[in-house]
């Protein structure tokens, strides 16, 4: 599958990409401490705390840049805080936007540590792959499809990292670039018919097991925004320009969990897709 690596310049320019105000970045000494917190899984200082949404985007690209050398080069972008229930439990009114890293994929089936992280989550995503750069003028859902060559399966396994008593806002989250940390890619569904697509991923269920069969999560696709596709298109209104081959995580269709929920493995069915496709990560002691 193609994949786009963005420069430190382009991702700068693209994570900036906002209603211009000046902005006031962390400094290097903060931004280098966040790197070693995330290398060590110790518990990190919020960046970002006392800033405006745009201080916070400035502090993502210059983190990106840093976290090259532990999760690679941007590949892509995330959706997040995309339900009224997260909005509301984290303080804001819209989604937020963080970055994907090409060494944070793995594949389907993976096995990760319980405590991959240092306050880790699993949650039930969806990846959708840019197939022409048209996407950036795209509507409608059904324009959004004609514009994505696949789309994957995903269970993301965020990291909200931050120490006890830090605090949680959408500044601090997407200042940390919304927790990225690993995500269970699963195999590639070719976009075949947009349109016929389109109505699949509106329509669908998304249905999140543990390792027992016990269903933790249910979702209709109308819980991200209304349309998966929703996701890209607000990605696009907030500034961001895609490229053919970058990956769009399109948000979460339900509840954060952490892993001991899954007693072991978690898999999450899509019902309506062609095929019924799944994707499961197995945690370890």
Same mark, same amino acid.
């Given at each position: 599958?193609?994949?786009?690596?963005?420069?430190?310049?382009? /991702?700068?320019?693209?994570?900036?990409?906002?209603?211009?105000?000046?902005?006031?970045?962390?400094?290097?000494? %903060?931004?280098?401490?966040?790197?070693?917190?995330?290398?060590?899984?110790?518990?990190?200082?919020?960046?970002?705390?006392?800033?405006?949404?745009?201080?916070?985007?400035?502090?993502?690209?210059?983190?990106?840049?840093?976290?090259?050398? %532990?999760?690679?080069?941007?590949?892509?972008?995330?959706?997040?805080?995309?339900?009224?229930?997260?909005? %509301?439990?984290?303080?804001?009114?819209?989604?937020?936007? *963080? @970055?994907?890293?090409?060494?944070?994929?793995?594949?389907?089936?993976?096995?990760?540590?319980?405590?991959?992280?240092?306050?880790?989550?699993?949650?039930?995503?969806?990846?959708? /792959?840019?197939?022409?750069?048209?996407?950036?003028?795209?509507?409608?859902?059904?324009?959004?499809?004609?514009?994505?060559?696949?789309?994957?399966?995903?269970?993301?396994?965020?990291?909200?990292?931050?120490?006890?008593?830090?605090?949680?806002?959408?500044?601090?989250?997407?200042?940390?670039?919304?927790?990225?940390?690993? *995500?269970?890619?699963?195999?590639?569904?070719? /976009?075949?018919?947009?349109?016929?697509?389109?109505?699949?991923?509106?329509?669908?269920? @998304?249905?999140?097991?543990?390792?027992?069969?016990? /269903?933790?999560?249910?979702?209709? *696709?109308?819980?991200?925004?209304?349309?998966?596709?929703?996701?890209?298109?607000?990605?696009?209104?907030?500034?961001?320009?895609?490229?053919?081959?970058?990956?769009?995580?399109?948000?979460?269709?339900?509840?954060?969990?952490?892993?001991?929920?899954?007693?072991? %493995?978690?898999?999450?069915?899509?019902?309506?897709?062609?095929?019924?496709?799944?994707?499961?990560?197995?945690?370890?002691?």
């Amino acid at each position: 599958m193609p994949r786009t690596i963005r420069t430190a310049a382009a /991702v700068t320019a693209a994570i900036l990409a906002a209603p211009a105000a000046w902005a006031a970045c962390a400094t290097d000494d %903060e931004v280098a401490a966040f790197v070693e917190a995330f290398t060590a899984r110790t518990p990190a200082t919020a960046l970002g705390a006392d800033g405006s949404m745009e201080d916070a985007r400035c502090t993502q690209a210059k983190l990106a840049t840093a976290m090259e050398s %532990e999760l690679g080069p941007v590949i892509g972008y995330k959706a997040g805080l995309t339900s009224p229930p997260a909005q %509301e439990r984290f303080g804001v009114t819209e989604p937020v936007r *963080g @970055v994907l890293y090409r060494d944070m994929m793995l594949e389907d089936g993976a096995a990760v540590p319980a405590a991959f992280g240092i306050v880790p989550f699993f949650e039930a995503d969806l990846v959708m /792959v840019v197939g022409s750069a048209a996407i950036n003028e795209a509507s409608t859902p059904e324009a959004v499809m004609a514009s994505v060559s696949a789309i994957h399966p995903f269970i993301e396994l965020p990291d909200l990292m931050l120490a006890q008593g830090q605090p949680l806002t959408g500044e601090t989250i997407t200042s940390m670039g919304v927790g990225p940390r690993m *995500g269970v890619l699963g195999a590639a569904i070719p /976009v075949e018919e947009p349109a016929v697509m389109a109505a699949a991923l509106g329509s669908m269920t @998304v249905r999140m097991t543990d390792a027992a069969g016990e /269903v933790l999560t249910e979702a209709p *696709g109308a819980a991200v925004l209304g349309h998966p596709a929703q996701a890209v298109m607000w990605l696009v209104g907030d500034g961001v320009t895609l490229r053919p081959g970058d990956l769009i995580s399109v948000g979460s269709f339900g509840p954060l969990m952490p892993p001991a929920k899954a007693g072991g %493995e978690a898999m999450v069915t899509y019902l309506g897709l062609p095929g019924d496709p799944t994707v499961r990560v197995r945690f370890t002691d």
